[in-house]
């Protein structure tokens, strides 16, 4: 039949030559198009479709055989030109009053542009083909596939070091495709890219917008932080430190997090209060404290031990200040308790094993115990003894004055043996 078909379409191409007026002229040049269209002749049926409307510009057919064209073009994977052909045919459509053709014309130019644009990424790479993505996505902003179109474009852009106009495709699907499922992704591709580019500044701004615009997105919290810290790289420490508020509002369950900002925080009014007598627990020191109660596993050893040695500090201040009076016995039981609470005290800061603290709180722990044997010796002496009776009185003090002595001495004899000689001591304890 293809044969017969040739016959016939050049026996009417002969017609027309030798009978350039005849009235049946337009009838044998649509029937010459249909012929060649339904035979799959792509490029014959695209021409004579064309010479058609060229001939017979107000033959009411015109506007369905520009349809064809594109059809016939497209079929043989000539998008480009298919997209325009679909253009011309709409304009004839329109121009004719052809209403339900016109509607089925809208959707297959920017579909053919899509592929034409598909068809040069395989050919040539993603780069040549973005900008080919982005105008369609400009000329068809309401395309079902115009955010897929700048997500490769984007891409595109990325993957040859393009950042700008990358970010610029990019922020077009979060302004214009706000609702689409491409949102969240361009907004990770734009922090990113700024991220990876080192400009530190937009980096910190896309991720924190990124974080708002998708509160519930699993990487939100992650890229709230990230943007703190950028901020903190940036030189603008106020701004970071507004963010990780933020942070502690919304997310208090990412108790990680939560712990790893408030340790910073807990670190510099630490810094604060060394210069005083005692431990001044800021909020942010009292909220690190109260969250590692519950979460000892995230707490910082080091916070914990300065703490609890500060803490045993006061107590000790409060234990040397308990003076041995008459009558001696409720004042010695006095000062034994306070002796008991200072012990337990030094003794739960070396339990986290930091250096620094646990050489100072066995330092500690053996003065304390010696204080109180100095204690009992300058303890106030009982009125009206004769010198005999007071000789006697101080020789049971003497004895048990060496008591705490020896107990002392222990312990600062096993400080010593945990700690041998070249052991590190920056503090002096040893």
Same mark, same amino acid.
């Given at each position: 039949?293809?044969?017969?078909?040739?016959?016939?379409?050049?026996?009417?191409?002969?017609?027309?030559?030798?009978?350039?007026?005849?009235a049946e002229s337009a009838d044998l040049r649509w029937r010459q198009a249909q012929l060649a269209y339904r035979h799959g002749f792509d490029?014959?049926?695209?021409?004579?479709? =064309?010479?058609?409307?060229?001939?017979?510009?107000?033959d009411s057919r015109i506007p369905?055989?520009?349809?064809?064209?594109?059809?016939?073009?497209?079929?043989?994977?000539?998008?480009?030109?298919?997209?325009?052909?679909? =253009?011309?045919?709409?304009?004839?459509?329109?121009?004719?009053?052809?209403?339900?053709?016109a509607t089925s014309l809208r959707p297959l130019i920017p579909t053919s542009r899509y592929q034409h644009a598909e068809a040069v990424a395989r050919a040539e790479g993603e780069l040549e083909?973005?900008?080919?993505?982005?105008?369609?996505?400009?000329?068809?902003?309401?395309?079902?596939?115009?955010?897929?179109?700048?997500y490769r474009a984007g891409l595109g852009y990325l993957e040859a070091g393009n950042v700008d106009p990358a970010i610029d495709a990019f922020t077009v699907i979060l302004n214009a495709h706000a609702e689409g499922d491409l949102s969240r992704?361009?907004?990770?591709?734009?922090?990113?890219?700024?991220?990876?580019?080192?400009?530190?500044?937009?980096?910190?701004?896309?991720?924190?917008?990124?974080?708002?615009?998708?509160?519930?997105?699993?990487?939100?919290?992650?890229?709230?932080?990230?943007?703190?810290d950028l901020s903190m790289e940036a030189g603008n420490p106020d701004r970071a430190a507004s963010l990780r508020d933020e942070f502690l509002v919304r997310y208090p369950d990412d108790t990680e997090a939560v712990m790893e900002i408030l340790e910073d925080r807990a670190r510099r009014e630490l810094e604060a209060a060394r210069a005083g007598t005692s431990l001044a627990r800021g909020p942010e020191l009292r909220a690190y404290l109260e969250l590692a109660k519950t979460h000892p596993e995230l707490a910082a050893p080091e916070i914990l031990a300065e703490v609890e040695f500060r803490e045993a500090e006061d107590l000790r201040g409060d234990y040397v200040a308990i003076r041995?009076?008459?009558?001696?016995e409720a004042s010695i039981e006095a000062k034994k308790h306070k002796l008991e609470q200072v012990l337990a005290a030094y003794g739960d800061c070396t339990a986290h094993g930091v250096r620094t603290f646990t050489q100072a709180s066995a330092f500690r722990i053996g003065e304390v115990l010696i204080e109180f044997g100095d204690a009992l010796m300058d303890s106030e002496r009982p009125s009206g003894l004769t010198d005999d009776e007071l000789f006697s009185y101080d020789e049971v003090l003497d004895e048990?004055?060496?008591a705490f002595y020896d107990r002392g001495e222990q312990a600062w004899n096993e400080l010593l043996r945990q700690n041998p000689t070249g052991s590190e001591d920056p503090e002096g304890w040893l």
């Open positions: 039949h293809d044969t017969l078909a040739v016959k016939v379409l050049a026996f009417g191409d002969n017609f027309l030559t030798t009978q350039p007026g005849a490029a014959q049926a695209a021409s004579r479709f =064309e010479a058609m409307a060229a001939h017979h510009p107000d369905v055989g520009l349809r064809l064209r594109g059809d016939a073009l497209h079929r043989s994977s000539e998008f480009a030109l298919a997209a325009t052909a679909y =253009e011309e045919a709409l304009l004839a459509a329109t121009a004719a009053g052809q209403d339900s053709l083909a973005a900008p080919l993505f982005v105008d369609l996505a400009r000329r068809h902003p309401d395309f079902a596939q115009a955010d897929q179109a700048l992704d361009a907004a990770v591709q734009i922090a990113r890219a700024y991220d990876d580019a080192g400009r530190t500044d937009e980096a910190a701004l896309a991720y924190s917008t990124f974080s708002r615009r998708f509160p519930t997105d699993p990487d939100a919290p992650s890229a709230l932080l990230r943007s703190a041995l009076t008459q009558p001696l048990q004055s060496w």
